[in-house]
C-alpha cells in the first residue's frame, strides 16, 4: 500500500517544508494540462538519472539531469520567481531562518515537515 505524504505549504503558497527546509513550489498560474505534461516529462528525466547511474553511463547521466533541470524550471520550482510582487526567493533555505520562522514554529510537531 502507497500513502502519499503531504508536506506544509507556507500560508502564501510558495513553498511547501521537508525537514525544516523550505521548497519551492510549482507555478500556481500554469494550466493543469501543461503542469501535467511538465510532471510527467520531470518523473520520466528522474527515471533516467537512475537509470543512466546504474549503467555508469556519465554523459547520460548529465543529459537525463539537464532534462530534470529543464522541467523544474518550466514548472517554476527553479530559476526566475513566479511569484510578481518583488519578494527575495528563500529556496532551499531553512525556514527557521526565513521570513516563515514564525508560520513554522507554530506548526504542530506532526505537521512540521
Known sequence: MTTT???????????FVVRGRLWRSSDPGLAPQRRQMLVEALM????????AKRAGDGHAERDARAAVDAAKRALGERGPVWWTDGAPDFNRRMAKNTPYADWYAALPPDDAG
Open 5 to 15: 505524504r503531504t508536506y506544509p505549504t507556507t500560508p502564501d503558497g510558495r513553498y
Open 44 to 51: 520520466q528525466a528522474r527515471r533516467q538519472v537512475g537509470a
